[in-house]
Nanobody
């Protein structure tokens, strides 16, 4: 069983930045497609960003393109989400997720992911 532990959330003013980290247990991290999702109160969990195993390909929700950057360090078993120019609508609990299947691309649905972290709260004040 893989454990994912997020950190880096907090309270920030609109226009500010945060960097989320997600540390994974085990020795198979480099074989997982990784993604960040978020869930605001009353909303469904939604895809934010994803990254392929080598880190060569990344994918983003339209509303975060140009502001968020996903990256990974396979030597450290960690995936990151750099969030710049944050907006009030980015307020949510952010989750990292791992897809352990040999998927050819990043999936945007929660059902495609096998392991989830506990989430970290991001609150953006306007």
């Amino acid at each position: 069983q893989v454990q994912l532990v997020e950190s880096g959330g907090g309270l920030v003013q609109a226009g500010g930045s945060l960097r989320l980290s997600c540390a994974a247990s085990g020795r198979m991290f480099g074989s997982y497609v990784m993604a960040w999702f978020r869930q605001a109160p009353g909303n469904e969990r939604e895809f934010v960003a994803g990254i392929m195993r080598s880190g060569g390909s990344t994918y983003y929700k339209d509303s975060v393109k140009g502001r968020f950057t996903i990256s990974r360090d396979n030597a450290k078993n960690t995936v990151y989400l750099q969030m710049n120019n944050l907006k009030a609508e980015d307020t949510a609990v952010y989750y990292c997720a791992a897809d352990r299947h040999p998927s050819p691309n990043v999936a945007g649905t929660t059902a495609s992911y096998d392991y989830w972290g506990q989430g970290t709260q991001v609150t953006v004040s306007s």
